[in-house]
């Protein structure tokens, strides 16, 4: 069975105390605002940073790997749970 991309010691297991920590029943954040990572993407775009770098990754490397990461995790979230259009009336 092949292994997902980011399977580099992170678990199922560890993904869902992520999640579990991060929502609510119902998908409602319920972490304090002052606290990082704030919501789901937050969390897996830093587990992802920090499963890519190595000793010799610097700073900048390591802000452009969570910055992209948050990008596409934000844009593949999008996809998958479409806000419905709102309807204007006049």
């Known amino acids: 069975m092949r292994k997902p991309p980011c ?5 199922f297991s ?13 998908g409602v954040i319920v972490m304090d605002e002052k606290s990082f990572p704030r919501n789901k993407i937050e969390a897996l ?8 770098a190595t000793a010799d990754t610097t700073p900048e490397q390591l802000l452009e790997a969570y910055e992209d990461a948050f990008k596409r995790i934000t844009k593949k979230e ?13």
């Open 7 to 11: 399977s580099g010691g992170l678990t």
């Open 14 to 26: 560890l993904v869902r105390a992520i999640m579990k920590v991060c929502m609510g029943e119902k």
């Open 45 to 52: 775009a830093l587990i992802y940073a920090e499963k890519t």
């Open 78 to 90: 999008k996809e998958l749970n479409p806000r419905p259009k709102q309807m204007v009336s006049y």
